[in-house]
């Protein structure tokens, strides 16, 4: 009742005055500041990050609006700003900081704290940002695929040729439990979408780029720009940052349409598996690991050279991301490597850890920085097509349809 009346006479005076009263949340400030450090409380708001970063629109700009609000400790205007997706970390604006403010990383951690705000159920926000619960996060999807092999009569090692279906047959059990996983991973992302895209609509921060009218070509210029990485081929100061992040991009879309196509030459062409080394899709799939591989490699090394500096700090949801998708790359290339080798302990045991690492991508897709390819794909579009044309033209769109 007291909070009640209190807000009211805000508003009141919010209105009679045309102020903003500011209800700051001290421990988001803090969260901020562990995750970026405690200079970006330095900012005088001078705007040369701004000026400086090659993203970031004449309307509207940041990171210099971020800063004050991060200040401040308006969380809930933060978490719902687009513009923190449209950001690349490159550190381009700071790099021209004049007080050390790190507006970049400051940018990185509130999107990591976004992973959390938006995390359905919520407590799975809280487990994967915080490294007490990694050990249960592993062992979670290791009993589960020792459970279900155990179940079905597959936990031995068995003799003859070393075929991975022996163990984990398509398509029962495996498929089953991967296909179950990434059914739930997409309903819980899906919530976590549908919130994120009402917040940013309702957001005060609405852009008008590039003139797009419909939703359509909202949609077709937002996959050119992730395509080709546009935006963050403009950055200068990470420029190396860009190179690695391409390589992983594509690696893991290589790696995709080969699980694709193996899938379904096994449902529709009862394809033998494994594949002989030169068959183009076993090509494909080599090439793709490669790419990710030396992409993940040269991520974690640029972001261990950053650490020794004070710009380009990593916090353990950058970590964890990043040891997985190593984890992910390596297992699945010496699962290969031993099985070529005929040393059948290593090759079935490497190969039992790159299930347990791809269950996990896909479980906790929603919560990791994974999930970043989800909101930035959709604050992009949100950029590209502002609430008032969106809400216009979608709506035409639809009665179009239904005529
Ligand atoms: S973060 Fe640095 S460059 Fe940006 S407004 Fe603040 S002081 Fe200026
Ligand atoms: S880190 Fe790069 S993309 Fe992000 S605000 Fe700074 S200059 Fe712009």
Redesign the pocket.
């Known amino acids: 009742m007291v909070e009640e009346i209190r807000n009211t006479i805000r508003e009141q005076q919010g209105k009679d005055s045309g102020m903003i009263f500011v209800d700051p949340d001290l421990e988001f400030v803090n969260e901020v500041a562990g995750m970026s450090g405690d200079s970006?409380k330095?900012?005088?708001?001078?705007?040369?990050?701004?000026a400086t970063c090659p993203i970031s629109p004449d309307e509207n700009p940041f990171?210099?609006k971020e800063?004050i609000w991060a200040i401040w400790g308006m969380k809930d205007r933060l978490i719902k700003d687009p513009d923190i997706w449209l950001c690349y970390q490159c550190n381009d604006?700071s790099a021209?900081?004049?007080?050390t403010?790190n507006?970049g990383d400051v940018l990185a951690g509130i999107r990591n704290l976004a992973f959390k705000y938006y995390a359905f159920p919520s407590f799975m926000g809280k487990w994967l940002s915080d490294i007490k619960y990694l050990p249960l996060l592993i062992l979670f999807p290791a009993i589960l695929l020792l459970l279900v092999m155990g179940a079905t009569g597959h936990l031995t090692i068995p003799e003859g040729e070393i075929v991975f279906r022996k163990v984990f047959p398509h398509p029962w059990p495996l498929d089953a439990v991967f296909i179950l996983a990434s059914l739930v991973a997409a309903g819980c992302a899906a919530v976590g979408a549908m919130r994120f895209w009402n917040d940013i609509r309702n957001s005060p921060v609405q852009r008008k780029e590039g003139h797009l009218t419909t939703f359509g070509e909202g949609i077709s210029a937002t996959i050119k720009e992730i395509l080709q990485h546009s935006r963050f081929s403009e950055c200068e100061a990470g420029k190396h940052r860009y190179y690695s992040h391409l390589l992983v991009f594509y690696g893991f879309l290589a790696l995709f349409l080969t699980t694709s196509l193996v899938c379904t030459g096994l449902y529709l062409f009862d394809l033998q598996t494994p594949l002989p080394l030169l068959h183009p899709v076993k090509v494909l799939g080599n090439l793709g690991a490669a790419a990710f591989l030396v992409g993940i490699c040269l991520m974690i090394y640029q972001r261990l050279v950053a650490a020794e500096k004070d710009v380009g700090k990593s916090s353990y949801s950058d970590w964890f991301f990043l040891w997985l998708m190593l984890t992910l790359a390596l297992t699945g290339i010496f699962s290969q490597v031993f099985r070529l080798a005929e040393i059948r302990v290593l090759a079935y045991g490497t190969y039992f850890l790159h299930l347990v690492s791809v269950l996990m991508l896909f479980l906790y897709f929603p919560y990791s920085k994974f999930a970043h390819l989800m909101y930035r794909t959709i604050a992009i579009i949100h950029a590209r097509i502002p609430v008032s044309v969106s809400a216009t033209t979608i709506a035409a769109d639809s009665s179009s349809e239904a005529a």
């Not at 330095?42 to 701004?50: E, V």
């Open positions: 970006f330095k900012c005088f708001q001078c705007a040369a990050c701004s990171p210099r800063m604006c021209v900081c004049p007080r403010g507006p």
